[in-house]
């Protein structure tokens, strides 16, 4: 089985500051990861995955995160956060089968003008 | 890309009746969809795994003669909370793989918002 812990619950940051949002993970097989982005009462929005092949991914909205096998991270970044930035991002994790697909328990961000 | 239909997107009902959620997968098929249970301010909690022409595999604690799963086609599952009391009352998501293009990963629908009064 796997499983994801996200770190940080709560994450304020003032508007055109960097951002890191942590993620790891534990699983015995092979994984992808997936960080997804919810704004109030919709759905969940993909921001970027990691599946196989170079460890920094590249999202929409200019988010980037970096897998890292060894330290089992998943790390959100952005160099800049903007206003619309503030949401829940939630890190995921799934088997490379694709059969088992769980969540971390988010973290919140807000970012401050 | 791929999209996820999910409908309705809220629902307000009386406790004791039932209620029923679709979620379609409008330009893929999906053999397998998820369905989650969000609580507020919480991640969300992965409820059940249904597969097209088959029985839903449920996780442990979810009640699988209350939240039925039906996963008749390779594009619509759906989900009926049955008997709903106020303690059901939640916002609830569906998701789907594309099981033709996993480069598409998870896509999730826009979530039901259920009270039950």
């Known amino acids: 089985a796997q499983s994801v812990t996200q770190l940080d619950s709560q994450v304020p940051v003032f508007e055109e500051a960097p951002v890191e949002l942590r993620c790891n993970y534990s699983s015995s097989v092979s994984v992808y990861l997936f960080w997804y982005v919810q704004y109030p009462n919709q759905g969940l929005q993909l921001l970027l995955k990691?599946?196989?092949?170079?460890?920094l991914v590249k999202g929409i909205n200019g988010f980037e995160a970096e897998f890292n096998k060894s330290q089992t991270s998943f790390h959100l970044r952005k160099p800049s956060v903007h206003i619309s930035d503030t949401a829940e991002y939630f890190c995921?994790?799934?088997?490379?089968?694709?059969?088992?697909?769980?969540f971390g328990t988010g973290t919140s961000l807000t970012v401050i003008p | 890309g791929a999209v996820v239909s999910q409908h309705p997107s809220w629902v307000i009902c009386k406790s004791g009746t039932s209620v029923k959620i679709e979620c379609r997968s409008l330009d893929f098929q999906a053999t397998t969809m998820f369905w989650y249970r969000q609580f507020p301010k919480q991640s969300l909690m992965l409820m059940a795994t249904?597969?097209?022409?088959?029985?839903?595999?449920?996780e442990q604690g979810v009640e699988k003669d209350k939240f039925l799963i039906n996963h008749a086609s390779l594009t619509l599952s759906t989900l009926t909370v049955t008997s709903a009391h106020p303690e059901d009352s939640s916002f609830y998501i569906c998701s789907a793989k594309d099981t033709g293009n996993f480069n598409y990963g998870y896509t999730f629908g826009s979530g039901t918002r259920l009270t039950v009064v």
């Open positions: 990691y599946l196989s092949g170079s460890t």
């Open positions: 249904s597969n097209e022409g088959s029985k839903a595999t449920y």
């Open positions: 995921a994790v799934s088997s490379n089968t694709g059969n088992q697909f769980y």
